[in-house]
């Protein structure tokens, strides 16, 4: 009985050890996991989808690697998704001005034209609004799309209507309302240094932004184009 009772007592401890390295051996490969998609997300410059199975496989792959029995991989393990087809990846280094990131872009096969980047960059106000960091961009994309991700900014068309005798002040506060311009002051600032600030032209306008401040105004103080429904009451079909 005693001796049965030993055997019992054996095979419990031994069964308690293999449990605990089982957790030891879990934890630890969990650790690795995390650690690996740290890693390939770092080599990459983004986040990865690498997947416990496939840190399984890259596991299994070391350990036949370790033991003689396979050569070593000639490229790292990755999915398929961390490269899409329909995706362009790429980095904005920090200190970049808009020289710089239009050779990106245009390496990129993003832009087309570095002149014609630069004239739109400056049309739409971007100039000091690039965003430095990792982008991706759909093969495709517009320019004015892209210059909208890598700025931070949004693509949007205003309509609105302006009073007769409307200063540069009151279109400014009105343009920041509605999140056509970013700030009343410096508009009405740019006005004046246009000698425009008392020559905008009431009635209804629709612009696209983001727009350089000295284009909305010069856009704003020539004739505007009158609303659909205005223009065919003033033009009736006979």
């Not at 496989?57 to 329909?86: A, D, H, M, S, W």
């Not at 087309?112 to 049309?123: A, P, W």
């Not at 600032?189 to 612009?207: C, D």
């Not at 856009?219 to 003033?234: F, G, H, V």
Request: hydrophobic share 40%; with cysteine.
């Amino acid at each position: 009985m005693n001796k049965l009772n030993r055997v019992s007592a054996f095979f419990l401890k031994l069964l308690g050890i293999i449990i605990i390295l089982l957790v030891v051996l879990t934890l630890a490969f969990i650790v690795k996991w995390r650690i690996d998609h740290l890693y390939l997300s770092s080599i990459e410059g983004r986040d990865i989808n690498f997947t416990i199975i496939e840190e399984f496989k890259k596991t299994r792959q070391e350990l036949l690697v370790y033991l003689g029995k396979e050569e070593p991989p000639r490229k790292k393990l990755v999915t398929e998704e961390e490269q899409p087809k329909n995706i362009v990846s790429f980095v904005i280094p920090q200190g970049s001005d808009r020289d710089m990131i239009g050779k990106i872009l245009l390496e990129k096969g993003l832009i087309s034209d570095e002149i014609t980047y630069r004239e739109l960059v400056d049309e739409m106000g971007l100039v000091n609004k690039f965003q430095y960091g990792n982008y991706e961009i759909p093969k495709g994309a517009k320019v004015k799309e892209v210059l909208a991700k890598i700025t931070g900014t949004k693509l949007k068309t205003c309509e609105f209507s302006i009073a007769g005798g409307a200063n540069g002040d009151e279109v400014g506060s009105l343009l920041e309302r509605i999140g056509v311009i970013e700030s009343a002051q410096a508009f009405g600032q740019e006005a004046k240094n246009m000698n425009r600030y008392n020559s905008f032209v009431g009635g209804y306008y629709k612009i696209e932004v983001p727009r350089k401040l000295s284009l909305i105004i010069e856009e704003l103080t020539t004739t505007p184009n009158p609303p659909q429904e205005q223009a065919e009451s003033e033009n009736p079909q006979p």
